[in-house]
């Protein structure tokens, strides 16, 4: 401790306002390079290309249609948000996402998944067949359409009961995510497979490169037509028929511009033998603690927020999807954190899982990226270098 006698002793000779200025100006010296490095560390996405706006189909005839152009709702909404800005008698309250053109819409993103994708589109589309429909009416294997009963409402598998919509039908967009192996040729072909009108349901999407699971997520749902949108992961590991459960939970705590999430849960099974991973319990765990420390109260209280199955009502998602920046795996949090800011309601509904062969998650690796982008995330967040504007 002798080299601190010396230091103490040229201080005394310093007057106390310059030591005052000096740690002041260290400290401003600091926070101006935090604040200068998040601009840096927080991801920042690209805009689409021309070509990502585009989709391929199979029609009627079998053949793979040419790039069509994709609708996209924000594009309007953007327009109309900007009209309301430049007009005084157009409240920007007032402007709204265009009416749905079919019940439920799902993306799929997709990286390299051509082993995996067949299987979880065939349980998807059997269940959206049956539930909502689609343009043409669903024929039993002895030609009698298939009934089902809704309430006081009995009807048939191309329509869902007037009670629960204005609008039928179902489409499923798979977003390939900069894939290099057969995945968009495993979803055309699928469709192919599935004949009818019910192939024009399906829509391939192509981005450039991979973006990340958060970026085809979000390019999707740019795009969708539904009344509810819902993502899933191309693994087929959510049980596809808890889908109801999700829309039912929405519909229960819809606020008066008809806005709700509905979120998957696995934190039912934690634990369990579903789960059987020492590594992947504990992780989950440790997350959710830090999802409690970072995370504003509404989503902290949820117990999984990294179920790759959640759903949303159309109104909804002007408050979401235009402000997401989050392109990797901790972009749930993100959705729900907006979905907290805007004051939308959120539902937590246990769904099934299970393991899948294949994932491409690294449990331990990709759980500390998470805790990154987390922490990034809330600082870029909380001082304002995102903003809602």
């Known amino acids: 401790m002798e080299y601190v006698k010396p230091v103490l002793a040229a201080s005394q000779g310093v007057p106390l306002l310059l030591v005052v200025i000096l740690a002041s100006s260290t400290l401003i010296g600091f926070a101006l390079l935090f604040y200068l490095g998040l601009f840096i560390v927080a991801p920042i996405p ?3 290309l021309l070509s990502e706006k585009t989709y391929r189909v199979i029609e009627p005839d079998g053949q793979t249609s040419a790039d069509k152009q994709l609708p996209c709702w924000q594009e309007k909404f953007d327009a109309q948000r900007e009209a309301a800005r430049t007009k005084r008698n157009l409240s920007e309250n007032e402007t709204k996402v265009e009416d749905p053109e079919v019940f439920m819409s799902l993306v799929v993103p997709a990286f390299n998944e051509e082993e995996r994708l067949g299987v979880m589109l065939a349980e998807a589309t059997e269940f959206l067949q049956r539930e909502y429909g689609s343009q043409t009416p669903s024929i039993q294997a002895n030609g009698n359409r298939a009934k089902r009963k809704s309430g006081k409402h009995e009807i048939s598998n191309d329509h869902v009961s007037p009670r629960t919509t204005s609008c039928r039908g179902w489409e ?10 057969k995945t968009i040729d495993t979803a055309l072909d699928f469709a192919r497979n599935l004949g009818g009108n019910a192939a024009s349901c399906i829509r391939v999407v192509q981005l450039h490169e991979n973006r990340g699971k958060g970026g085809a997520v979000t390019h999707g749902m740019r795009h969708v037509r539904g009344q509810y949108a819902i993502f899933a992961d191309a693994d087929g590991a959510s049980r596809f028929s808890d889908l109801g ?7 229960k705590i819809e606020d008066a511009q008809g806005r709700a999430v509905a979120v998957g849960s696995r934190a039912h099974l934690v634990g369990s033998e579903a789960v059987r991973s020492f590594l992947r319990n504990f992780l989950m765990h440790s997350f959710h603690l830090l999802l409690r420390i970072l995370t504003p109260p509404a989503t902290a209280a949820i117990g999984d927020t990294q179920c790759g199955f959640k759903l949303f009502s159309r109104p909804s998602l002007p408050y979401i999807i235009p402000y997401m920046h989050s392109e990797g795996w901790i972009f749930d949090v993100e959705m729900l954190m907006l979905a907290e800011l805007a004051g939308i309601p959120v539902a937590e509904v246990p769904v099934g899982w299970h393991e899948v062969k294949g994932s491409k998650l690294n449990v331990l690796w990709d759980s500390l990226g998470m805790a990154w982008g987390l922490a990034v995330l809330r600082a870029a967040w ?8």
């Open 46 to 48: 690209r805009p689409p």
């Open 245 to 251: 459960k999700l829309v039912e939970a929405s519909k």
């Open 382 to 389: 909380g001082l304002g270098v995102y903003r809602r504007s």
């Open 172 to 181: 499923v967009l798979v977003v390939s995510d900069g894939s290099t192996d």
